[in-house]
Every structure is written in C-alpha cells, then in structure tokens.
C-alpha cells in the first residue's frame, strides 16, 4: 500500500486550488502580472507560493518513508500534520493581515511535520548504517 500518494493527491488539490484562486483574483481585478497593489491578491499569491515552497520537500520525506514501509500509522498521523498545517497557513494568510491563529498553527505544524520525517528518516538510516555489518 502506498500511502503517501493519498497526501501527493491532496497536496496537489490543495496547491490547485490556491492557484486557482489567484488567477481568479488577477481575471476580477485585471492584474496580468505581479499582485497590482491589491492586498488580497498578493495575499493569495504568498499562500499559493508558500504552499509550493514547502510541500514538495515534506513530501518526498513522506514518499521516501512510504517506500521504506514505515508503518502506516505514523504515514497518517505526518501526512495529515502536513496537510493540515498547510491548509491553515494558506487560510490564515489569505484572509488575516499578519498574524493570524491560521498562520501561527499552520507553520507550527508544517515544521513540526516536517521535523518528525527528517528525524524518522535519519534514524532509519543511521540505525541501519550502524546494524549493517
């Protein structure tokens, strides 16, 4: 079972969807390029790019522990940590100015995510390196 295509699949929605909102914003607003001083799109425009700045390294952790068939509870529990901190980050940064409750939980779970695989994936490997005749 590969579990991490399910949180790939979700990540891509999710990054769709923040794209989708900015170029919806740039046809209402008529920005063809940059966020044309107007605060909500370049709100929108941070969290499409925020989204995408992060995903893909926490990610290819989760697809690398995936492949080492960690077990699928912690796939889950991290998956759903990343994804979720993504989605209140973009939410709180596409509708508050500065900090925001989205913001502030969104990042502290990202990292926290993202922590959790690095350290996985380093114990794995240096667990194995040192058990490996």
Known sequence: MHISGIYLA?????VLGLSARVVWLRNLRKVPLGDGG???LAKAIRAHANAVEYLPLGL???VLLDWEQVR???LHALG???LLGRVLH???LSHHRGYSFGRATGMALTWLSMLLIAGLILWRHVMLALLTP
Do not use: K, Q, T
């Open 72 to 74: 699928p509870l912690w």
């Open 80 to 82: 759903i940590c990343l």
């Open 38 to 40: 107007v605060p909500e």
């Open 90 to 92: 973009a939410w709180g």
């Open 10 to 14: 979700l990540a891509l929605l999710l």
């Open 60 to 62: 290819l952790g989760l």
